[in-house]
């Protein structure tokens, strides 16, 4: 840490701290993630390894990338890039929203992050306008892996946890254990809405009126959903929701959003995770017709010439 003066705090939670740094040798500014916990504690250890190994397989443009890792004093530290803004605070700034041209860049790549943890069997779990990271260029990163897993193989249960509600997947809020990347498009669909008209898409106030304010706007859970609620301990004597009427997504979004980006976020706001468009489908979605092709092209003229077909 000698080399590094700190500037400020640019992130707290329950793992510790992280901070804005200037590295004194060469002026560059970092970001440091200091973990609170000394590793004394083996459920701690066995968690930041499990963080650290995620971290370790990352390097994406899209993705906020680890420089180093030490110890000191028994302390954990990571160290990072450092992006000069966050969602949460462009979302402060302009509280009707987004330009739909800086909605569909930034939606563009986060699904590009998503689609490349999918490819190395990573699910974030935390997706929310504080973890997506925007540097000065317009450069959207996702950040803060401390909820990550890589998924089990077949078969295989992944424990519960508590991340942000208004962005938790139908499946988590129910409690199911064989969920999986699905969640993380679901959270795509609610930053979607959000930067839209600048306000949450399912504010809910805790985990039974989340599942309220989801139906109100797109109906009811599906039947097996609907038997997993009643089953459920924590749902005990809860009544369902009559939704006669769901406010849907056409109705919000009325003159907000064109055909394609309506048919976009509603092929990811399905309450059957299975029938839930994935990143890579997403990728080709005709919502980014422009944004693919100019990429297409750029690479070409940057990158691997075009194939001769
Ligand atoms: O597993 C992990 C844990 C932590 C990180 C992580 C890595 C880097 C950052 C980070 C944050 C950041 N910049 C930043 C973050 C937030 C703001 C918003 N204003 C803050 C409140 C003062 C402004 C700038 N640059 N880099 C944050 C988290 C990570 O990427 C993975």
Known sequence: MNKYEVKGVVGEGAYGVVLKCMNKENGEYVAIKKFKESDEDEVVKKTTLREVK??????QENIVQLREAFRRKGKLYLVFEYVENNLLEILEERPNGLEQDDVR??????????????SMDIIHRDIKPENLLISKDGTLKLCDFGFARVLPQKGGNL??????RWYRAPELLLGYTDYGKEVDMWAVGCIMGELTDGQPLFPGQNEIDQLYVIQKVL??????????????????????????????IEKRYLG????????????LLKMDPSQRMSADEA???????????????????????EERV
């Not at 995620?54 to 390097?59: A, D, T, V, Y």
């Not at 860049?105 to 999918?118: A, F, R």
Request: aromatic share 10%.
């Open 159 to 164: 424990t519960d946890y508590v991340a942000t």
């Open 105 to 118: 860049k930034y939606i563009y790549q986060l699904c590009k992050s998503i689609s490349y943890c999918n």
């Open 219 to 248: 109906g009811p859970l599906t039947a097996e959903q609907q038997e997993v609620f009643l089953k459920h301990p924590g749902f005990l004597g809860v009544k369902l929701p009559e939704i006669s009427k769901p406010e849907t």
């Open 283 to 305: 990728l080709q979605h005709p919502y980014f017709d422009g944004i693919r092709d100019k990429e297409i092209q750029q690479t070409n003229k940057h990158g691997r010439p």
């Open 54 to 59: 995620i971290l370790r397989m990352l390097k």
């Open 256 to 267: 907000k959003l064109s055909k394609k980006a309506l048919s976009f976020m509603k092929s």
